[in-house]
């Protein structure tokens, strides 16, 4: 008897160990999305982590006419000086993003003379992007977010570029 209760109590310990750790990977479990903003002449990408735990970044991919880059500046026909970009993520590999705050992809502010055309140049290049985001947790639980950025077309002005 005394062994048939040394056992169900082994059991139910380790119930409950099975019960905690999954507990713990909810309690610390990241939560991505892809923000995209066109905000009085600030424009820009961010790879945010709305969840309560780390978010690291194994790797970004963009899309663009069917070919992959690892890159932002391989995409766009834009001077790299105009905007801000993480190029960090690249070199390094891995980018850990914590709670409540995010990885600026791309960045980029314009000034109250800089016309609409230029404004528009920004956002007709971004609209043929997409963006794969392959993270993972603390608990190595893989992520993967993704995104096109065909937003960005619905501020062109046709009479400006057209």
Known sequence: MALTIS??????????????RSHNEKSVMPLAQIVLGDIEGHIFVYVRNNGVGPLIIDRLTFTKDGKHFSNIEDCLNVAPQSYMHDVSTVETGKKVILPNSFLAVFETKFEQQEGEEERNLVRQQLTTLALKVYGHDVYDNKIKVERDFQWFGRHINEKVIG
């Open 7 to 20: 056992l169900l109590a082994l059991l139910g310990m380790f119930y409950e160990l099975y019960l905690q």
